[in-house]
């Protein structure tokens, strides 16, 4: 975990809620892998307010690219204080055919870093908006990720095929309601596999994050059978089917 400053380099938006920043970063934070963050703070001046965490979407030989809100205003040639990279990368089975995105409530910012290594290695790729997330334009993501839009109760066409078909699952809902949705998730996913095994079905936690760095506490996940767990040290993702209170 460094602190480090970045540079704005370019804004782009790419649907009608977000855009991405091309960040000039430090040279450590040029292998962040899918799952990893940064927290950020863009003004010097003191705020009460915790860091954002950030969460690059790719990463292109000169810049880091995030995704944030469209409504949130950046400028090129805006300096960036960093802190990362927070977080342990997604971790994927060694044979993967088909890997389901699933983003509930919330945008898929979280999931989509893992879309060019996956498409690279020749893996299939499904994204699922539900909820709120349907309303997230796709139009900039590969041509390759089959997007499919579902609602608020986790209903989507052809569902049980698709979950079917995946080998894993990474799930990113509403932090503010994460655990409800989290768990609903998980029961879905149950009632539709007759066995969800470990290993398959991930959520990603995005807590509120005071240090990033498991030192003080704040964003502790309940583990069945162990001590509890850092979300900024050991996560964001977590197997659901091993997360206590998700039933
Ligand atoms: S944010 Fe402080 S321990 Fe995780």
């Not at 790719?58 to 204080?81: C, F, I, N």
Request: charged share 20%; glycine share 8%.
């Amino acid at each position: 975990m460094k602190d480090t400053q970045a540079l704005i380099e370019r804004v782009t938006r790419v649907n009608d809620t977000h855009q991405h920043l091309h960040l000039s970063v430090d040279p450590s934070l040029m292998s962040m892998k899918a799952g990893q963050s940064v927290l950020a703070k863009v003004n010097e001046t003191w705020t009460p307010y915790l860091r954002q965490q950030w969460f690059p979407v790719k990463l292109t030989k000169k810049a880091l690219v995030v995704e944030r809100p469209a409504a949130e205003p950046y400028q090129p040639g805006q300096v960036v204080s960093l802190l990362g990279a927070v977080g342990q990368p997604f971790r994927f089975r060694r044979s993967l055919r088909s890997v389901l995105l699933l983003a509930y409530d919330t945008e898929p910012t979280p999931l989509l870093m893992t879309i060019p290594a996956l498409i690279e290695n020749k893996i299939g790729v499904t994204l699922v908006l539900c909820g709120v997330a349907a309303k997230y334009g796709t139009a900039h993501l590969p041509p390759e990720v089959e997007i499919i839009q579902g609602d608020s109760e986790l209903n989507w066409q052809n569902r049980v095929t698709t979950i079917g078909w995946a080998d894993q699952v990474f799930c990113a809902a509403a932090p503010e309601v994460e655990s409800v949705l989290l768990a609903r998730a998980l029961a879905v996913f149950r009632e539709v596999r007759a066995d969800v095994q470990q290993a398959y079905l991930f959520g990603v936690f995005r807590p509120p994050l005071p240090c990033g760095i498991g030192a003080c506490g704040a964003c502790l996940i309940k583990v069945k059978g162990s001590d509890p767990q850092f979300a900024c040290a050991h996560g964001p993702a977590f197997d659901l089917t091993q997360v206590g209170g998700l039933g």
